[in-house]
T-cell receptor, first 118, second 113 residues
Framework: GAGVSQTPSNKVTEKGKYVELRCDPI?????LYWYRQSLGQGPEFLIY????????DSGLPNDRFFAVRPEGSVSTLKIQRTERGDSAVYLC????????????????FGAGSRLTVL | QKEVEQDPGPLSVPEGAIVSLNCTYS??????FMWYRQYSRKGPELLMY????GNKEDGRFTAQVDKSSKYISLFIRDSQPSDSATYLC?????????????FGQGTTLQVKP
């Protein structure tokens, strides 16, 4: 597609429920990132995929969070047993390549999925 | 203490003013420095990208990096109401790729007509 598409745009759930957030990156972009942005804060890195594999998941806060990218395109962020503190905007970004200094490393962000845990 | 500090504002200026936005950081390993603009309910979009120290200009925008002071700036000349947004500084360090970014808190800017 023309940009990074994220669904749903808004999700309200109850504490303890399971949630899936989907990201459809720009066609041909091999690198995909998930960030989390809490209210009034900058985005925080969660996980990065190069192709199908998670190259760096050091930002995932705990084992309730998991992400997959089985075919190297669409990615799903999964949150188990949601807590009120998980409420945030979850941003997905993609880029053509990684490393070095190149316009190909520019991250294009989606509009985000706003998660509210009641 | 956060690795990247940014005054959240809000900053309000009249149309046509020069705007100065700043970030400080603590980790001298940072080598890639970026400024993103984020409109309400949208994702961040890249404005400027600088490697190491120096200045970079793009139209009304100028980015400066002073690694000796661990200080980066974004200047906006002839500010317009359409510049009203949140401005996020971001940086990254090797060996990680430039997509794993550390963001500042963001500064909210309002340009009044």
């Amino acid at each position: 597609g023309a940009g990074v598409s994220q669904t749903p745009s808004n999700k309200v759930t109850e504490k303890g429920k399971y949630v899936e957030l989907r990201c459809d990156p720009i066609s041909g972009h091999t690198a995909l990132y998930w960030y989390r942005q809490s209210l009034g804060q900058g985005p925080e890195f969660l996980i990065y995929f190069q192709g199908t594999g998670a190259a760096d998941d050091s930002g995932l806060p705990n084992d309730r969070f998991f992400a997959v990218r089985p075919e190297g395109s669409v990615s799903t962020l999964k949150i188990q047993r949601t807590e009120r503190g998980d409420s945030a905007v979850y941003l997905c970004a993609s880029s053509l390549a990684t490393g070095g200094i190149s316009g190909a490393n520019v991250l294009t962000f989606g509009a985000g999925s706003r998660l509210t845990v009641l | 203490q956060k690795e990247v500090e940014q005054d959240p504002g809000p900053l309000s200026v009249p149309e046509g003013a020069i705007v100065s936005l700043n970030c400080t950081y603590s980790n001298s390993a940072f080598q890639y420095f970026m400024w993103y603009r984020q409109y309400s309910r949208k994702g961040p979009e890249l404005l400027m990208y600088t490697y190491s120290s120096g200045n970079k200009e793009d139209g009304r925008f100028t980015a400066q990096v002073d690694k000796s002071s661990k200080y980066i700036s974004l200047f906006i000349r002839d500010s317009q109401p359409s510049d009203s947004a949140t401005y996020l500084c971001a940086m990254s360090r090797p060996p990680s790729n430039t997509g794993k970014l550390i963001f500042g808190q963001g500064t909210t800017l309002q340009v009044k007509p």
